[in-house]
């Protein structure tokens, strides 16, 4: 049998070390259209805006854009696995949205909230997660949209996550900020997602 001379071996093993070392962390962006940046080009949608930022403040992490438009908490909770391949450092969780649009049960959304954040912990019990929370027009009522607006504090609460109260702060329901279907951010709006969620990277990461 052909054996490897063990010097060579250990070259490969420093080979090897050195390219997990050098190879950047994973930040992944999970969520529905607002993260897949709906109607403006994806280099301006503000998970690219993060990995600018992140690059001019020489930060070594890959950003991964799994924005899906409309995505539920079911369908995100069916397709988490794959992305978690990615094995993530930082993930920031941004669903619900599609959920409460459709008036789908908030009992339904909180449990696919809370087995996606636990999926994320069983891939890497180190990673910081994030919950975007979200809010909805009161078309479906007062208690439904009430209770759909509590959901994320709670949910972050019970799993121990940093939440960002409502990822649009700022930028729902102002016209000059969003697309004309009055959801969507535009560009501009998603430069001040950006400019929050930066705010509460650095609040979370040991940079």
Known sequence: MFRIPFFIFGLVISFLVSQVQDSPSRMVFFGDSITAG??????????????????????????????????????????????????????????????????????????????????VRKANPEAKIILAGMQIPPNLGQDYTERFQNLYPMVAQDMDVMLIPFLLEGVGGDPDLNLSDGIHPNEEGHALVAELVWDVLNEVMDW
Do not use: C, H
């Open 38 to 119: 709906y109607g403006i080009p994806i280099e301006k949608a503000f998970p690219a805006l993060i990995q600018a930022k992140l690059e001019q403040a020489n930060k070594p992490f890959e950003v991964i854009n799994a924005g899906l438009s409309g995505e539920t908490t079911t369908g995100g909770l069916n397709r988490i696995d794959w992305i978690l391949r990615s094995k993530p450092d930082v993930f920031v969780l941004e669903l619900g949205g599609n959920d409460g649009l459709r008036g789908l049960s908030l009992n339904e959304t909180e449990k696919n909230l809370k087995a996606m954040i636990e999926k």
